[in-house]
């Protein structure tokens, strides 16, 4: 009993210092903070995307996060009112998105035709991204 004791009383501060240190190593990137030049998700979601002829190629409908990056913007294209839509996954270096202090809006731009986006691979809502 006394060996039980004694144990305890050993390792009881051990992992409390263990505790209190990686609390405190993990607390300095807990928070952060949002620069001026961020674009919160809000923002994108039902943003529409236009091509270089100004034409409306398609509409940001989700964001892709692989391993805590944005991966790709899910895009809908085509459809009506929600019937028929067509969903792709189109990587983040091939939108452009920009703020028009002015006319205070979001912009969305990207050099593709509605076609191009029709014909690209299909991304389906189903198994772990069902909505």
């Known amino acids: 009993m006394r060996r039980l004791v004694i144990a305890f009383a050993t390792t ?67 459809g009506f009112l929600g019937l028929g839509e067509h969903y792709v996954v189109v990587s983040p270096e091939a939108v452009k998105i920009t703020y028009d202090e002015n006319d205070k809006r979001w912009t969305a731009t990207m050099d593709a035709t509605k076609d191009q986006l029709k014909a690209a691979p299909e991304f389906k809502y189903e198994g772990r991204w069902k909505r």
């Open 12 to 78: 009881v501060p051990l992992i409390c210092a263990a505790h209190a240190q990686n609390a405190e190593s993990t607390s300095t990137h807990t928070f952060v903070v949002a620069k001026p030049t961020d674009v919160l998700s809000y923002n994108l979601i039902k943003l529409k995307i236009k091509n270089g002829a100004n034409e409306e190629v398609g509409e940001i409908k989700d964001l892709v996060l692989s391993q805590n990056t944005l991966a790709g913007y899910v895009v809908s294209v085509g």
